[in-house]
């Protein structure tokens, strides 16, 4: 299994009343964290949106479990949890400074056609992707 981690310095911007970072901006860091990824395995997703593909989220699960606070820093860890050539679910953990974890998640998503929105196989339409894909994939079970 393939890990990429992403280090966050947390901005004050990102932190809400109660001095934590906001809910919300865990997302923002999953997708650094989930470009990080892919670019560790050698592609850039820029690169495909300029194809006419997009991959657009179709599920998350969340569970935050520490507060990050202003000042500190976060390591966002992403990694391909599931992969069938169709939809790919990445695996998240964000820990903080101390190393204990802050948050876990998951989001699934599938490639589609910008213009009609129809899924795409990325086996056929992007072979080596899929390929590295099933390479990075967490084994069944860790996950």
């Known amino acids: 299994m393939i890990i990429s981690t992403k280090e966050i310095e947390v901005r004050y911007a990102e932190t809400d009343q109660m001095g ?3 809910h919300a901006n865990y ?10 990824l892919i670019e560790k395995l050698g592609f850039n997703y820029a690169e495909m ?4 593909v997009l991959s657009p989220v179709i599920d998350i699960q969340v569970s935050y479990k520490k507060p990050v606070r202003y000042g ?20 998240y953990e964000i820990v903080n400074e101390s190393g204990e974890v802050s948050l876990t998640a ?3 998503h599938v490639c589609v056609k910008k213009e009609n929105f129809q ?6 339409a992007y072979p080596d992707w899929h390929d590295a894909y ?7 079970g860790d996950c």
């Open 20 to 22: 934590v970072v906001y």
């Open 27 to 36: 997302l923002v860091w999953m997708e650094l964290g989930r470009t990080s």
């Open 49 to 52: 949106e300029k194809e006419g």
């Open 72 to 91: 500190e820093k976060a390591i966002v860890k992403t990694w391909v949890s599931e992969y069938n050539g169709i939809k790919v679910v990445y695996g």
């Open 106 to 108: 998951s989001s699934s």
């Open 119 to 124: 899924p795409i196989s990325m086996r056929k």
């Open 134 to 140: 099933n390479r990075a994939k967490a084994p069944v």
